[in-house]
């Protein structure tokens, strides 16, 4: 495509200012009446917080993993050199750059662990651990100031780089130095050996360990793969939200959504892959220690949710997003992503709450209720609003970046 015909874009409104002020006094006026309603039902239950405990750590996992999708998809086009991606690539350096508060969200947490040790992470009770030949052999890794110190090191990391690549693309922005461009290709190989060591650890600290009798070598790979899923789908839905409200116009055309679309099909298949290969060879080994976590949710009402979740996370988008026209009419597209994000949710939910039924000895009965709607809006509001401060005077698109032209030009086959 020659120069003269390219998109347009000079006139396209490319930044928030005069929208963000009021829509984040909306959300965090919604983020804070939501936690209050699900810290009150959580005061009222009998069970010691431990259902708001999970409920925010299930929702914090959630919302986490869709940053750290977004993180992926910045590295990795710079690794690839990737031209297409450029007019989104702003969108998904924003939704990354919010891990910095994400950090923050899990504070509450912090302060649950030290108030009281046994209400989230049972490996904490030190009358659990005494007598468990297993337990205390992981106690030297399953310990509080390891977990901590682990911790931080995982949010210093993600911070940096998150930090790292918005802030050299913004700079860009104002000087139009090409250099930038090569220094963030230069980081993003070891960006993304880093991201994948710690994104697996941390879903072992997070996750795993809520059962800490049980373990997966694949349990990081899954967390990742449906956090790419969740990451992309926010992505898509973030350009659609701006678009039908009067931004980024001609920024971002039909083959972008096409190209995102074909993204998120395959690590659909991605994440089906990890969660048949962790099943399959837990199966195949028939070993008590192992077999025991997938025992909880093969068994009473979680035999739906697991179904819920085949069906929901893989066949039906698996057959929803096959055909090139859905990922190149918006409207379907934007479908497809809600759905991906709803069903991710339920992912997250089912990783976390069979482990709630099984400590409060309940495994016949769903821990569902108001108190995880209200923790997931509560938590939401500040997310988002998080990311509209994250936002603030900056273009949504990179306008000096050297392959811009790559991105308004591009084309699908």
Known sequence: MKPDQLPDISEDRTTLTVIRAPIMMVLVTIGFLGLAVATGLGLLSEDNQRHFFHSYLLNFCYLL???????????????????????????????????????????????QIFWNRTTVYTWLDQEVVAGNHILEGKSSYLNLP?????????????????????????????TGEPELTTKMEWLSAPALVLFAVTVSFASFDLLMSLNPLWFSTIFGLYYFSGAVVAGLATIILFAMALQSSGWLANSITVEHYHELGKLLFGFIIFWGYMAFSQYMLIWYANIPEETIWFLGRQTGPWVTVSLLLLFGHLIVPFFGLLPRSMKREKAILGVWAIWMLVVHWLDMYWLVMPELARVL??????????????????LAAFYIAGALLLAGDRSLVPTKDPRLHEALAYHNA
Not at 366 to 378: C, E, H, Q, R
Request: aromatic share 14%.
């Open 65 to 111: 993993s869709i940053s750290l999708g977004a993180l992926f998809f910045v590295a990795i086009q710079h690794l690839c050199r990737a031209g297409w991606s450029v007019t989104v690539r702003r969108l998904a350096e924003i939704i990354a750059g919010n891990l910095v508060f994400v950090a923050v969200l899990f504070v509450p947490i912090l302060v």
């Open 146 to 174: 390891f977990f901590l110190i682990r911790l931080a090191v995982y949010f210093v990391i993600w911070g940096f780089l998150a930090r790292y690549f918005l802030s050299r693309s913004t700079r860009q922005d104002d």
């Open 361 to 378: 000895g309940t495994p016949s009965r769903l821990p569902f209720g108001l108190i995880d709607i209200a923790t997931l809006v509560g």
